[in-house]
């Protein structure tokens, strides 16, 4: 079977599991965790900031940051097919208690106008705006890389405004390994971000969040409040180190096998629904007569796994337990399928 249906489903390497197995531990709720706090200082190295926070996973990460950053009855505004909109089961309004502002981007980018128009005034009437995101790169666009100079217009318009910028950044060092652009540059254009390790990076658990040595503070309160405070955690901190240091320049081969993808799928008579930046591909299914679920079941059955993306649409995505032979042997399938869609 090969398995494109997201970066997520990659086992931990041989390397991983062993740093696992002898990784030094101790009581991360008291921060005695050895492995846990060089995790979390190298992470504040990479993205430049002051402190990160290893939690259990982006959703995790991404909650605390609203939490950390908001008050009940706040707005967020967000790309409205954001992770944090679409896919948290509206945790924002569920336990921060805010209410999202979304705005419609092109390929995930938000344009600093829309993101400036939609910052509410001082009003009896209104919700605050406690918090803007920014996601990169941007899984329901595609993968597509946010720009960095949009990011920093948008920082530009939220330090005007004194609003703190989050960046859900799940998936940035795919945008870093698309653009050369280093972590750190993103990250300068935002207070905060959260970077999952068990996606591309192949860690079997595990997000961190970065900041000010403050928010970091707070943020570590708000995981003990929603029970990710966790003990002898340097068992999966040791893998989640391995992740970060040595599997980000690796992730250009998942671009260019999703770019193989992208030309086989074309190849073959089907279309894209996105252009492909990095590790993620779409294809659109609506000049055909099957839907995109019909097309997942019949990839199913010639053994290549996919995840719908909405009614029309196809996601795959490549990551290190795809090769070059398994991305040939998906566009021959897809070759099979064409002849009866
Ligand atoms: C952009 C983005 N943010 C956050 C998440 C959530 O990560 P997790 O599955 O670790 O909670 C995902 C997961 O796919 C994602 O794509």
């Known amino acids: 079977m090969i398995d494109l249906r997201s970066d997520t489903v990659t086992k931990p390497t041989q ?6 197995y002898h990784a030094e531990v101790g009581d991360d709720v008291y921060e005695e965790d050895p492995t846990v706090t060089m995790l979390e200082k190298k992470t504040a190295e990479i993205l430049g900031k002051e402190a990160a926070l290893f939690v259990t996973s982006g959703v995790q990460g991404n909650q605390i940051a609203a939490l950390t950053h908001c008050q009940p009855g706040n707005e967020i505004i967000l790309e409205e097919n954001s992770h944090l909109f679409y896919y948290e089961g509206a945790a924002i309004s569920a336990f921060a208690g805010v209410q999202p502002r979304t705005i419609r981007g092109t390929r995930g980018t938000m344009a600093s106008a829309d993101v ?24 329901r666009a595609g993968g597509a890389v946010v720009p960095v100079e949009s990011m920093k217009e948008v920082k530009e318009v939220a330090d005007r ?43 079997p658990v595990g997000s961190m969040i970065a900041g000010s040595e403050s928010f970091i503070k707070q943020a570590r309160k ?5 029970g990710g405070g966790l003990r002898q ?11 970060l240091t040595e599997m980000t320049e690796r992730l250009v081969h998942d671009h260019a096998h999703a770019k193989q993808l992208e030309a086989g799928i074309l190849d073959v008579g089907f279309e894209i629904a996105e252009r492909v930046d990095t590790n993620i591909v779409l294809m659109d299914v609506t000049s055909t007569n099957v839907s995109a679920a019909e097309m997942i079941n019949l990839l199913d059955q010639e ?17 290190y337990d ?19 869609v």
Request: aromatic letters at 4%.
């Open 15 to 20: 390397s991983m599991r062993e740093a696992g």
């Open 116 to 139: 400036e128009a939609a910052i509410r005034p001082e009003d009896v009437h209104l919700p605050e705006t406690g918090m803007i995101c920014v996601e990169n790169t941007h899984n």
């Open 161 to 203: 405004h004194k609003i703190p910028v989050h960046l859900d950044g799940a998936r940035l060092f795919n945008a870093v390994a698309a653009t050369g652009i280093s972590a750190k540059e993103y990250a300068q254009h935002v207070d905060t971000v959260q970077i999952c390790l068990s996606k591309g990076l192949g860690a």
């Open 222 to 226: 708000w995981r003990k409040r929603l």
């Open 233 to 243: 955690v340097g068992v999966i901190a040791a893998p989640a180190y391995i992740a």
């Open 303 to 319: 053994g290549v796994k996919a995840v719908a993306f909405g009614p029309q649409t196809v996601r795959f995505v490549t990551h």
């Open 322 to 340: 795809v090769e070059e032979i398994d991305i040939e042997r998906t566009i021959n399938i897809l070759k099979k399928v064409k002849d009866v």
